[in-house]
């Protein structure tokens, strides 16, 4: 696949952007009082994190200071969405220290899939929390929500009113790595291909779930280009022609866009099943495709090396994660390179982006001008634009 010309992406970005800030000035934005989250590492806020291993240092550094359950330097999109939306960052559902749930909860956790996986998370780091239990969470944490404020209990103020969850923007951002555990389990493009409508049919199922629990407003990414990620390219290695012009890899891409076009399908479809229901459906991976094409001319360094990683073509090896340390004269030294800038990286540590990469992605996503159909997020619970035609 050719990049983007940027001027035209950008030129067809302002149009939009104008023609959505003209109609969408008609109504005045959402009041969304809360966020409810699913997903994997994408969006992860700490659930991993209180669940197994402490997401360790430097992650955090750039924005909080320290780790923060975020397995990057800085905020997530997630982040920036609560932001925007006049909200607190979202807390892990998992995450039960001194914990404030009052404004919503994350429920995605780093490795997480829509499909349940064969293995343990010590085998291949895939996470037990796929998408039906993230959804199982929910679905008690809105029980036990209500049951706080109808006893009265003293926790109440820690947790949303009933009313909340008719009124909360749903987030969902997962799907990456049901696409990559196809290729752990040595299956061909083809062959993962043909797992993609199971796959969204399980995420169907999750949604339909959700709007039972009251869920109207959902706010839906499509998976960005796996093959662009440094982890893929340094366990696939591949050779022309598929590496694609920007260096690529053209097979993981191509299953990315077949597993978009059918999750596009999936929310058309939704929208008939739930004409009360408002749902967007959020093109990352156009802009996450376009700002990798264009990195240096953006402002950013290489976009295949990682900041935080240890050595190789890309600063990452597999067995030494961000923050790995080993002991030398009985002291802990840490073994990863961190890079001077991580500001000018786009690939934090060979899985996630960087706090910088993730805002321009955010700056890209938020006035809808990638949004099917093309509200920005303030105005999520709009129905007055008609989604676009192919």
Known sequence: ??????????????????????????????????????????????GMSAAFSTVSAPNGETFFGMPAGRYCDGRLVIDFIAQTLGLPFISAYLDSMGTNFSHGANFATAGSTILRQNTTFFQTGYSPFSLDVQFHQFEQFKTRSLLAHTNGAIYKDLFPPEKYFSQALYTFDIGQNDLTSGYVSNLTTEQVKET???????FTDAVKNVYKLGGRYFWIHNTGPVGCLPYVLARYPLRAPE??????????????????????????????????????????YTVKYSLISHAEGLGFEPPFVACCGHGGKYNFDVRYSCGATKKVHNTKVIISNTCEDPSKRICWDGYHYSEAANKWVFDHIVDGAFSDPPNPVTMACRRQQQPRRE
């Open 196 to 202: 993609i409508p199971v796959i969204l049919g399980k």
């Open 243 to 284: 590496v694609d012009s920007i260096g690529c890899g053209a097979p993981f891409n191509e299953v990315a866009r077949r597993f978009n076009a059918k999750l596009k399908k999936t929310v058309v479809r939704l929208r008939k099943v739930f004409p009360s229901a408002v749902f967007t459906y959020v093109d990352v």
């Open 1 to 46: 696949m050719a990049a983007p010309s940027l001027l035209p992406l950008l030129l067809a970005l302002t149009s939009l952007s104008l023609s959505t800030i003209s109609s969408s000035s008609l109504s005045s934005p959402c009041s969304f009082p809360a966020i409810f989250n699913f997903g994997d590492s994408n969006s992860d806020t700490g």
